[in-house]
């Protein structure tokens, strides 16, 4: 494949997804209207057809193992969010795209010996799994926050989002959903840190209903938290991927991560 017809393909490719992901609101929002006006209880403002938490919905494109160039190609084509998950490699990418205004979200598990770098080379984390780490994010960001980190820019309020474990596999990181409310208590006292909601990674699964109950759960704890903490700056739920982002619209999902329907297969 050239360089060129690669370009093409990333272009085309989130232009496909950012049509189904219209596509798909539509459709909730002309669902939750007809629920609504059947009747508006709020059971029905609740469900999983409601309208989207937050809207415009974001697309993060996961640019993981792919070249400096095709993160590049998505920006020309107006993707500006972009997630990563290896630390090495992310750094020297936000290094050698230092002259975009790029938002980059770290989305893999994040050791603590690792919080340092990145809370100077990222806008959001959205893997925060431990107290512990979070409160090294939030002094390490103090550290930064009020002068020029070394990729020029002066960085604000380091953005994060809670990673849950909804489906309770044994070994996944993320905290457990009961734990959530007493969690997010404790982060929301931290300086430095902005907690904006919540992400997971449900459990692959080939039935359809078991996937979607994953998802239901999620935008239902979200909304508990919202009740009943009410923070600041609640306004994302994170999850759904290339191969699931249909069941994760419908369970109300605000962020999606795509890598490989935007990118290709990974090198």
């Known amino acids: 494949m050239t360089d060129q017809q690669s370009q093409d393909n990333i ?18 929002n002309s669902q939750a209207d007809d629920d609504l006006g059947k009747n508006a209880t709020a059971s029905n403002i609740s469900s999983p057809t409601a309208s989207p938490i937050i809207s415009p919905l974001g697309i993060l494109a996961v640019s993981k193992t792919h070249s400096p160039d095709k993160v590049e190609t998505a920006y020309q084509a107006g993707q500006m969010d972009f997630g990563e998950n290896y630390m090495q490699e992310a750094v020297a990418k936000v290094a050698a795209l230092k002259h975009l205004p790029l938002c980059w979200h770290f989305i893999g598990h994040l050791q603590s010996n690792k919080a340092r770098l990145a809370a100077e080379n990222f806008d959001w984390v959205q893997s925060v799994d431990s107290l512990k780490l979070a409160r090294k994010l939030s002094t390490y960001r ?7 980190s ?9 953005n994060i989002t809670m990673q849950i474990n909804i489906s309770r596999e044994d070994g996944k990181h993320g905290i457990a959903p009961e734990l959530a409310e ?19 990674i449900p459990e692959a699964t080939d039935d359809p209903d078991k996937q979607q109950g994953y998802f239901n ?7 508990d938290l919202k009740k009943s903490l009410n923070p600041p700056d609640w306004d994302t739920l994170s999850m759904g991927m290339s191969g699931d982002m249909t069941a994760a619209l419908a369970g109300g999902s605000n962020m999606l991560r795509i890598g490989t329907a935007i990118f290709g297969t990974r090198p």
């Not at 103090?142 to 020029?148: L, N, Q, S, T």
């Not at 007493?182 to 997971?200: D, V």
Request: aromatic letters at 4%; glycine letters at 4%.
């Open 142 to 148: 103090g550290d930064f926050k009020d002068a020029d």
């Open 150 to 158: 070394e990729h020029g820019k002066q960085l604000k309020l380091l």
């Open 11 to 28: 272009q085309n490719n989130l232009e496909k997804i950012r049509q189904q992901v219209a596509e798909h609101i539509a459709q909730r």
């Open 217 to 223: 759960a999620m935008r239902k704890l979200f909304q």
């Open 182 to 200: 007493s969690f997010c208590q404790e982060i929301l006292s931290l300086p430095n840190i902005k907690l904006r909601g919540l992400m997971a």
